[in-house]
């Protein structure tokens, strides 16, 4: 009986690099570990590539996770503004910014580093917030003001958050500290009658709760010093 000729093994199709491959997969390892663990050597090994030809679609591990952080902010709602629910809209806009800011362990982190998020996505969605802000007639420079704080207490409450969950902050540790302040402030009442009256309540109070508190004090301000008035475009009242 005659032998058959061994076949050849089919090739193996690779996908064909882009930028929206080498993102979508940075995302993936993102997933699945931490914002450390998403280099563009561990990218390229997941591509079964070398590191060297993600350059060409990419500058640096610094823009890759620029990068991620925009596609991130490309899934956030756009609403159409509103200019009767505006502060039902921007707090609905903040919410979903810290969950998709959590749901990513370590990309806050990305948002805390880039000081200013210049993708096309972070453009969009920063024009949308500000079309809801100004469509409830805040002031522009208000308005500015107060799209810059959102973003900034969405991406602290969500590294806190994130840390937490991933274990870089330890609560065993965390606890074994509290315990540790609380004896010596209890130690020296005297000195500390009001944080001993009080330290509970904030070691305690979830993240989610503080971060809802703050937007609610934050909106109360808003609407408190700047009445919203349709139309206005600067000055306070």
Not at 140 to 163: I, M, N, Q
Not at 174 to 195: C, D, H, S, T, V
């Amino acid at each position: 009986m005659e032998a058959e000729w061994p076949r050849a093994r089919p090739a193996v199709r690779r996908r064909t690099l882009s930028q929206d491959l080498v993102v979508d997969t940075a995302l993936e390892l993102l997933g699945k570990g931490s914002l450390d663990t998403v280099t563009m050597r561990r990218v390229a090994q997941e591509l079964d590539t070398g590191p060297a030809s993600l350059y060409a679609h990419v500058g640096s591990k610094e823009e890759l996770h620029e990068l991620m952080l925009d596609r991130l902010l490309g899934r956030l709602p756009r609403p159409e503004p509103d200019p009767d629910r505006w502060t039902e809209q921007i707090l609905e806009m903040a919410r979903a910014q810290l969950a998709m800011l959590t749901s990513y362990p370590g990309i806050a982190r990305v948002g805390l580093e880039t000081v200013v998020p210049a993708g096309p996505n972070a453009l969009a969605y920063g024009e949308a917030v500000l079309a809801v802000l100004r469509a409830g007639g805040l002031p522009d420079r208000t308005a500015v003001f107060a799209f810059d704080t959102l973003s900034l207490w969405c991406s602290a409450f969500a590294y806190e958050l994130a840390a937490v969950r991933t274990g870089e902050l330890d609560k065993e540790q965390i606890r074994a500290r509290g315990e540790k302040i609380g004896a010596y402030m209890a130690a020296r009442p005297a000195q500390f009658p009001n944080l001993l009256g009080v330290g509970e309540i904030l070691s305690e109070a979830a993240p989610e709760e503080r971060f809802e508190f703050a937007l609610d004090v934050f909106l109360a301000g808003l609407i408190s010093a700047f009445e919203p008035r349709h139309g206005a475009s600067d000055g306070p009242r």
